[in-house]
């Protein structure tokens, strides 16, 4: 199994903006599919964005307009970029990778099975 490790959450206010990363220990391109999933207090772990090992992305309604995915495959690193945030997109936020190759890449946690710690968003008003 790979190790991801997220770096970048913080506390912002709400209208700002953040950039996470993920750093893999192997290179992106082993992996069909990437991901960053989150999970807020009390509720169930949503998958925010999937990005395929062609580039293909998906969204979730939530934050589709607002976050982008994408990776550097020199790096090894997968990035979330978070604009106009908001309250509700408070949460810890995981990165997820599977070598499986789907066309689309789902944003379905049992799929994925390499993760990694998780970092913290956290976003007032």
């Known amino acids: 199994q790979v190790q991801l490790v997220e770096s970048g959450g913080d506390s912002v206010q709400a209208g700002g903006s953040l950039r996470l990363s993920c750093k893999a220990s192997?290179?992106?391109?082993?992996?069909?599919?990437m991901a960053w999933f989150r999970q807020a207090p009390g509720k169930e772990r949503e998958g925010a964005a999937t990005?395929?090992?062609?580039?293909?992305?998906s969204y979730a309604d939530s934050v589709k307009g607002r976050f982008t995915i994408s990776k550097d495959n020199a790096e090894n690193t997968l990035f979330l970029q978070m604009n106009s945030l908001e309250p509700e997109d408070t949460a810890m936020y995981y990165c997820?990778?599977?070598?499986?190759?789907?066309?689309?890449?789902?944003?379905?946690?049992?799929?994925?099975?390499?993760w990694g710690q998780g970092t913290q968003v956290t976003v007032s008003s």
């Open positions: 990005i395929s090992t062609f580039g293909r992305t």
């Open positions: 192997k290179s992106t391109y082993t992996y069909g599919c």
């Open positions: 997820a990778a599977d070598v499986s190759s789907p066309f689309t890449c789902p944003r379905v946690d049992r799929f994925y099975d390499s």
